[in-house]
């Protein structure tokens, strides 16, 4: 009874302090939302205007990768890296506000990138690079750069509270939840990458 307890006050703990969190960061994440969408839409237009001039080559310098030449394990580990040092980066700055305008930044790349590498593959592959991007990479690259948001605002939400009232052990169960959350979106759109027999993957 008491493990039982204590599994179920540790996630008691965590919702409450997640939805806390979302609660007082709600206008931020909205101002950051806008920030990215307005970076993603950015990343489709110089798609538009650089394809003019592009080669299908050159597309390997900006995310976009052989999915069956690299290998799933490889694809998969590929992008799982990639979230991390994100993440990392994210981290250092939560630890104080004056560095928030550089984490929006990092996102707001990351989030133009994906408009880039999305528009390049709807126009290179054509049907088949519609489909796999519209229902596949598109979803789940969005709701990790959402999820990125999330968890900068978090820690950085557990800095403020360490400042104030001590404490901030929710730290390190922050990084290591949305980790594991992180990881499963990527192993979903890996098999949804296999499901539809995918040959390319953006990885960014």
Same mark, same amino acid.
């Given at each position: 009874?008491?493990?039982s307890?204590k599994?179920? *006050?540790?996630f008691?703990e965590?919702?409450?302090?997640?939805?806390?969190?979302?609660?007082?960061?709600?206008?931020?994440?909205?101002?950051?939302s806008?920030?990215l969408?307005?970076?993603?839409v950015?990343g489709?237009?110089?798609?538009v205007?650089?394809?003019?001039?592009a080669?299908?080559?050159?597309?390997?310098?900006?995310?976009?990768?052989?999915f069956?030449?690299s290998?799933?394990? *490889?694809s998969?580990f590929?992008?799982l890296?990639s979230?991390?040092l994100?993440?990392l980066?994210?981290?250092?700055c939560?630890f104080?506000p004056?560095?928030?305008p550089?984490a929006i930044?990092i996102?707001?790349?990351?989030?133009y990138?994906?408009?880039?590498n999305?528009?390049?593959?709807?126009?290179?592959?054509g049907?088949s690079? %519609?489909?796999?991007?519209i229902?596949?990479?598109?979803?789940?690259?969005?709701?990790l750069?959402l999820l990125?948001?999330?968890?900068?605002y978090?820690?950085?939400k557990?800095?403020?509270?360490?400042?104030?009232?001590?404490?901030?052990?929710?730290?390190?169960?922050?990084i290591?939840?949305?980790?594991?959350?992180?990881?499963?979106?990527?192993l979903?759109?890996?098999?949804l990458l296999? %499901?539809?027999?995918?040959n390319?993957?953006?990885?960014i």
């Amino acid at each position: 009874m008491s493990k039982s307890y204590k599994k179920q *006050t540790f996630f008691s703990e965590l919702k409450y302090f997640l939805l806390d969190c979302l609660s007082a960061s709600k206008m931020k994440l909205i101002i950051s939302s806008f920030i990215l969408f307005v970076s993603l839409v950015l990343g489709i237009i110089l798609a538009v205007k650089y394809n003019s001039s592009a080669s299908i080559n050159i597309l390997h310098d900006y995310g976009i990768v052989d999915f069956v030449g690299s290998g799933i394990t *490889t694809s998969f580990f590929s992008r799982l890296l990639s979230i991390i040092l994100v993440m990392l980066l994210l981290f250092g700055c939560s630890f104080t506000p004056f560095l928030t305008p550089l984490a929006i930044l990092i996102l707001a790349f990351r989030s133009y990138l994906l408009g880039f590498n999305f528009c390049l593959m709807l126009i290179t592959y054509g049907v088949s690079g %519609i489909i796999i991007s519209i229902f596949v990479i598109l979803p789940c690259q969005i709701l990790l750069v959402l999820l990125l948001t999330f968890y900068f605002y978090s820690l950085n939400k557990c800095s403020c509270d360490r400042r104030c009232y001590g404490g901030g052990g929710e730290r390190f169960k922050i990084i290591l939840i949305f980790l594991l959350v992180m990881a499963i979106v990527c192993l979903l759109e890996t098999l949804l990458l296999l %499901i539809f027999n995918a040959n390319v993957i953006i990885v960014i």
